[in-house]
Nanobody
Framework: QVQLVESGGGLVQAGGSLRLSCAISGRTFSSYVMGWFRQAPGKEREFVAAISWTGASTYYVDSVKGRFTVSRDNAKNTVSLQMNSLKPEDTAVYYC??????????????????WGQGTQVTVAS
């Protein structure tokens, strides 16, 4: 059984920063591709970032490139999302997700088998 627990969300002013963390338990985390997604009210879940199992490869949605950084620590079974220069349009519930197939960095939510419960990020203008 794989469990993912996000933390680090909160309320921040536009231009501020937050760091989200995701703790993973169970099975072989180090072999999983990890992703971050977000869902704003009334909108579909959106891909944000993904990181390969080694951490050597990352991929971001265009809207967060240059502002967000995804990283992982396989020794600690954690993945993080550093969010800088936050904008009101970044407001959403953020989810971490695990893809155990290790088939590359995929952006579709259907590729990820395991999900956390989500953490709210609110950016005030």
């Amino acid at each position: 059984q794989v469990q993912l627990v996000e933390s680090g969300g909160g309320l921040v002013q536009a231009g501020g920063s937050l760091r989200l963390s995701c703790a993973i338990s169970g099975r072989t985390f180090s072999s999983y591709v990890m992703g971050w997604f977000r869902q704003a009210p009334g909108k579909e879940r959106e891909f944000v970032a993904a990181i390969s199992w080694t951490g050597a490869s990352t991929y971001y949605v265009d809207s967060v490139k240059g502002r967000f950084t995804v990283s992982r620590d396989n020794a600690k079974n954690t993945v993080s999302l550093q969010m800088n220069s936050l904008k009101p349009e970044d407001t959403a519930v953020y989810y971490c997700a695990a893809d155990p197939t290790n088939s590359g960095l995929r952006v579709g939510a259907e590729a990820y088998d395991y999900w956390g419960q989500g953490t709210q990020v609110t950016v005030a203008s």
